[in-house]
C-alpha cells in the first residue's frame, strides 16, 4: 500500500468515483493510514471547498450506504 503524504490522498480523492471498487480502495487506504486522522481530515475539508457541495454530498452518501447500509432521502 503506499504511502502517506497529503498530496496521495488529494489524488485519490480526486480520482473517487461512484463504484464500489473506488469507495472501498479509498475507504482501506484510510483505514490503512488512520493514524495520520488530522491530516486526513484538513485535506478532505479543503477538497470539500474546492468541490461543489452537492459533487461531495453524492460520494459521501455512496460511501455511507456502501460502508454502512445507511439510506438517505
Known sequence: MSAFSEA????????????QQ????????LI?????????VT?????????RVSVWRDKLQGLCEDQNGIQFS
Do not use: F, G
Request: charged share 35%.
Open 8 to 19: 496521495a490522498l488529494e489524488k485519490k480523492l480526486s480520482e473517487l468515483s461512484n463504484s
Open 43 to 51: 485535506v478532505w475539508e479543503r477538497e470539500l471547498r474546492k468541490e
Open 32 to 40: 490503512h493510514h488512520r493514524k495520520h486522522s488530522r491530516p486526513i
Open 22 to 29: 473506488s469507495v472501498q480502495t479509498l475507504s482501506l487506504w
